[in-house]
């Protein structure tokens, strides 16, 4: 019998104007008071809406500032001097101040309330938080969101790359689904049922939109709800696996080898494509969404270099050496790098 118990979210606003709506969504859940983090110049963009709609729904604000650091010390900083009675810290913004809070919540057992302002990655909706840690980005454990909102107003502001860097993201569920399972045929690792369908339906959901354009709302609601879907079938699964295979290894790789790494959901998305080819795998619908949304076009202006990627398999295993996805296997690896040096797409993408 498994008698898990799961925490998802009390609630999930996907929504034109959420952000004005905020203080409503907490005071229906029973909070009275909260910190706010806001991401790097968001105060001005939208702390007046923010704390407008906390003050009118009777929510007091204990503490607002921003933040533009992820590293390790600041972070634990910040939560030692976090005021006591804060019940709930809202973080605002992008990855960066989404982690802090988030990592600051889990040092001091509080909920976190997560709005993102873009949708770079599933990272809103995860129990990981990506903070520097001896110069270097790694995940480390959080709380997932006990509530979400987004404001799709917003999300259609962001730069077009946070939104191409969301949807390398989610296609990556595809390829990660298939490494978890060749996992659990190698005797490493025991599919959870129910976590692998909530990822697969997030992705073939998202797969299967009709849109004209990335920045139709039903394009953007259906992405984001595919992301936070994303972090529920984590938090089922009781690891990353459902959402994170081979594809994330070559990202986590690139992180710690890269003075200046690409956006996360970039370099996944670009190892997704890989990771489809070798895994034979769904490649043909990654290739179109990849190609439809504009994603290639996009990759295509970053001056990206095959040897990084190519260097980034062969550290693959390192990244994760518990788990045995597709690239812990030389073979594999060898026909990732292949993959790079004959895709003709790819010859258009790297140097």
């Known amino acids: 019998m498994n008698n898990t118990l799961i925490s998802i979210p009390e609630f999930l606003r996907i929504e034109a104007g959420a952000l004005s709506k905020l203080g409503e969504y907490l005071k229906d859940t029973g909070f009275t008071n909260a910190a706010v983090f806001f991401g790097n110049g968001l105060i001005d963009m939208f702390g007046d ?53 988030k990592y600051t919540c889990f040092l001091k057992n ?27 980005r790694s995940s480390m454990p959080a709380k997932i969101a006990y509530g979400i909102a987004i404001d799709t107003d917003v999300i259609k502001t962001a730069p077009e790359c946070f939104l191409f860097s969301g949807i390398g993201d989610m296609l990556s569920k595809i390829t990660a689904n298939f490494d978890w399972r060749y996992e659990e045929s190698c005797g490493v690792s025991k599919v959870n049922d ?46 990353s696996a459902p959402t994170s295979g081979s594809e994330h290894l070559i990202s986590h790789a690139l992180d710690k080898m890269l003075e200046k790494p690409q956006l996360h959901g970039i370099q996944v998305g670009i190892a997704t494509y890989i990771m489809s080819i070798v895994q034979d795998h769904r490649y043909e619908r990654v290739r179109k969404v990849l190609s439809d949304t504009g994603f290639f076009d996009h990759v295509k202006t970053l001056g990206l270099n095959a040897d990084d990627y190519c ?12 788990r045995h996805v597709y690239l812990h296997e030389e073979k594999f690896r060898e026909k990732a790098k292949e993959v790079i040096r004959t895709d003709s797409i790819l010859k258009e993408i790297f140097r």
């Open 110 to 136: 509080l909920p976190f309330i997560s709005v993102p302002t873009s949708s770079s990655t599933d990272g809103f909706a995860s129990a990981t938080a990506s903070l520097i840690v001896g110069g270097r």
């Open 311 to 322: 260097n980034a398999i062969d550290k693959a295993p390192s990244m994760k050496p518990h």
């Open 49 to 101: 809406t923010v704390l407008k709609s906390l003050n009118s729904a009777g929510i007091d604000v204990l503490q607002y500032m921003e933040l533009d650091s992820v590293e390790m010390d600041d972070v634990t900083r910040l939560a030692i001097n976090l005021p006591d009675k804060v019940q709930t810290v809202i973080g605002l913004g992008g990855g960066k101040v989404i982690d802090a809070a």
């Open 194 to 239: 129910f976590a692998m369908m909530i990822a697969k339906k997030s992705v073939n959901s998202f797969v299967r939109t009709p849109y004209k354009s990335v920045k139709d709302d039903l394009f953007l609601r259906e992405l984001m709800d595919s992301l936070a879907m994303s972090g529920i079938a984590n938090e089922i699964a009781g690891s």
